[in-house]
């Protein structure tokens, strides 16, 4: 499976962007999905997951009821609308799948990375 990430960019403290992560190679309906995200001196954390259905999500409390994660199976390519963004939402995102229906927050779990997009958020 090949993952493109893209969608990033620099925007200002409240606006939005929607990062988007298209997926070749083979059909994205068997894995779960997640975003994770890499600041600068920081270790990667966990974003959002997602199962393979959409029936279950899971989103770290630092983005919870700011971010939503969704998939569209069909175009085989997940999504990450992200509001009311915050400075220390900078950092490079990541999208990865992992080959089981069900999701992790460990990044370790995940067998296929994308090669991230960057967000910038200014203050």
């Known amino acids: 499976v090949q993952l493109q990430a893209y969608g990033g960019g620099l925007v200002q403290a409240g606006g939005s962007l929607r990062l988007s992560c298209a997926a070749s190679?083979?059909?994205?309906?068997?894995?779960?999905m997640g975003w994770f995200r890499q600041a600068p001196g920081k270790e990667r954390e966990f974003v959002a997951v997602?199962?393979?259905?959409?029936?279950?999500?899971r989103y770290a409390d630092s983005v919870k009821g700011r971010f939503t994660i969704s998939r569209d199976n069909a175009k085989n390519t997940v999504y990450l609308q992200m509001n009311s963004l915050k400075p220390e939402d900078t950092a490079v995102y990541y999208c990865a799948a992992r080959g089981a229906y069900f999701w992790s927050i460990a990044d370790r779990d995940y067998d296929y990375w994308g090669q991230g997009t960057e967000v910038t958020v200014s203050s």
């Open positions: 190679g083979r059909t994205l309906s068997s894995y779960a």
């Open positions: 997602v199962n393979w259905s959409a029936s279950s999500t």
